[in-house]
Nanobody, 126 residues
Framework: QLQLVESGGGLVQPGGSLRLSCVAS????????VGWFRQAPGKEREAVSC????????NYEDSVKGRFTISRDSANNTVYLQMNSLKPEDTAVYYC???????????????????WGQGTQVTVSS
């Protein structure tokens, strides 16, 4: 059974950068869509970005376009989220998630994803 472990979170000043990693153990990510989501205190979980692992096709939530980049490393069964120009409103627990899918494009919806990691905290503050 595939398991996901996120890392790379931390405290960063506004304007700074972090790179989150999502390492999958078990099956390879071939045939999966991988998504990054976040949840701030008192708010619902929201989608950030997703990637079709087979093709590298990506999708981004509007508020992170141009600042965040999702990428994959097939050799290491890992998906990254590079976050630049971070803002205080990016503060949240960030989760990665996967779903088996051969659709051409991934969907920015938590309901579409079936397996989740435990999350990593990102805090953007001066």
């Amino acid at each position: 059974q595939l398991q996901l472990v996120e890392s790379g979170g931390g405290l960063v000043q506004p304007g700074g950068s972090l790179r989150l990693s999502c390492v999958a153990s078990g099956p390879t990510l071939t045939g999966y869509h991988v998504g990054w989501f976040r949840q701030a205190p008192g708010k619902e979980r929201e989608a950030v970005s997703c990637i079709v692992h087979n093709t590298g096709r990506t999708n981004y939530e509007d508020s992170v376009k141009g600042r965040f980049t999702i990428s994959r490393d097939s050799a290491n069964n890992t998906v990254y989220l590079q976050m630049n120009s971070l803002k205080p409103e990016d503060t949240a627990v960030y989760y990665c998630a996967v779903v088996v899918s051969y659709r051409w494009s991934c969907v920015l919806s938590a309901a579409d994803f079936t397996s989740w990691g435990q999350g990593t905290q990102v805090t953007v503050s001066s």
